[in-house]
């Protein structure tokens, strides 16, 4: 057990292995049947997430994932939880439903992500946490019906946590997206995968704005923008600001594709002038737009690890940056979906 | 177009922010509607994979895709294509679906991502290159009985060609695996998502000697092999070597969370001692390992920042890792499913 009111960590592991140095998610609490799993998901997310508790159980023979929850659900500085799962003790699926049912009803957000899907997971967590798995299809539509988010992927958990805790302090008022990219083809993909949401349409005012930041030659400006890769980061950050300042916009996704040479986004090097640090660079000016946001904003920043320093600095901000158009925006939709009545 | 074979690249990008310095993928073909699509390719596979052509083609007024499979079928020096689509030119469908099928049937393979697969997505993708997207699931379901790989999501797309590219010079003999990790959860992860593989039964010679590698006190050996976190690397490699052996095995994931203090996987530094330029560290002995290995095997890293030396001294080795056990042996079992007969 981590908790960071009681300030103790029963974790045997060294700091230099797993610093725990992230200043968001002081109001999550993560309740895990694996240890290996939280520490998975407090290195995945260095210097981001760092929650209220960390609590792993394994075979449950004393006490179970429910009375965990019983144990927190009062506690009001808590507004999300995230649980991994193997299997239930017997006679412990009903109060486990139960107590679910209560936490979301008060207005609190439950992430699950269950192991044991199939057969031949099911004997790997008989032999791990000697839990009995259920049929995961059946225990899906119950929590479904109570309203705890699935994750269905290890990627999608920790997708849902970055947006569940970074954008708890922005409430959505409905669907219509906006989105931004400097690439055509990430347009096309995120508009694929809409989910829920539906493109805004922008006012005359937005779109006239957006004309004078654009290279000249975009004609018809439309949602999804596509403002091609001559687009550099001051502009980027006054075409995202146009659109979040339009009434039909109630959401955010900032795209972007990393190499091109209009777009300052390398730390200061000798091989060329670029510098992350600058005020007007890609990482600063996404920031500076994200904090200042009324509405939720995703970032996506889909190139490789020469450009991780922007990302680690955006994220150290607490933008909830992915690596894929498609996950930004998928994450979005769910939080979007759960948080508009 | 960047031609490895002519030597040269009319790409518009400075060297400082695409390198272009991958060692494998030089048996490979990428054609991409999209050019931004292949910068992020090159970017995300930096110091992994450098095709043989990477080829964009826009909006086709003149060459369509087909034309550019055609101009390529006939290279033997080209064992896997990935293609990039938002749609065809009128009339181009049918003369497509005929090259894909002369390619695949003379034993090349082909992975596929398509966009424009929603009526959103549609509209994008004609304002993008002005193509008609047509029916997704349709074309999905005739591009699948020809032995097209189609990609779901953009991460897919990476995973795929990171086995078919860096797995290329093994073939597996069956679809009977062998897990090993040094976490429970992700045996129980990986358990979950088999596919068509089976896990492997491991000879009582295997068992006898994974008994000795294994820290005492792990009774019932059996696959997948949960090690705990107390085992080493120079442990964990002998367990890998051991399973490899067994003749009922056919291919190999070795998972791996890394914040154990016994497994040496961070880079010196003064804060502790390891370092992973020792001959005995996690990944040398990992790229030992598989480059010895005659069968097909994946590896999982799944934790955070702080270990990506860790990863990056594997991947430019040739090793397909992934920083998440289900993501790996997804990818692992799409290679397995459509390399044995």
Known sequence: IVSRPGGYNTFFLPEYKLPMRGPFGGRCAVVSQSGAYIVTLMS?????????????????IDISVTDYLIALED????????LYLEGFKPFDGMRFLNVTRRIIESGRKIILYKAGRTEAGAKAVASHTASMSGNYEVLKKLLKQRGVI??????????????????????????????FSNAGFECS??????????????????????SKLLPSGIIDIHNPVDATPQTNAPNYGKSLEA??????????????????PFMENLPASPEHDEDIEHEDSYPNVTIRVFKNAKKPMVVSLN????????????E????PVFRKVDRAIRAL???IERSVE
């Not at 993909?189 to 957006?210: H, I, M, P, R, Y």
């Open 75 to 82: 506690d009001n500085k808590i507004d999300l939880f995230c």
């Open 189 to 210: 993909v995120a508009a694929d995968n809409l989910g829920v949401l539906e493109l805004a349409q922008f006012s005359k005012q937005t779109k006239s704005k957006l």
């Open 303 to 314: 190139s490789g690890p020469m450009y991780d320093p922007s990302v680690r600095m955006m």
């Open 44 to 60: 995945n997310l260095d210097r981001i997430f760092n929650p209220r508790y960390m609590i792993t159980y394994g075979n449950q």
């Open 150 to 179: 699935i994750a269905e992927s290890l990627d999608e958990m920790e997708d849902l946590l970055r947006v569940f805790s970074l954008l708890s302090h922005v409430k959505p008022g409905g669907k219509r997206i906006g989105i």
């Open 316 to 319: 150290s901000a607490g933008v």
């Open 243 to 260: 659109i979040l300042e339009d009434d039909g916009v109630d959401c955010l996704l900032a795209a972007n594709v990393a190499p091109t």
């Open 333 to 335: 939709e769910t939080f």
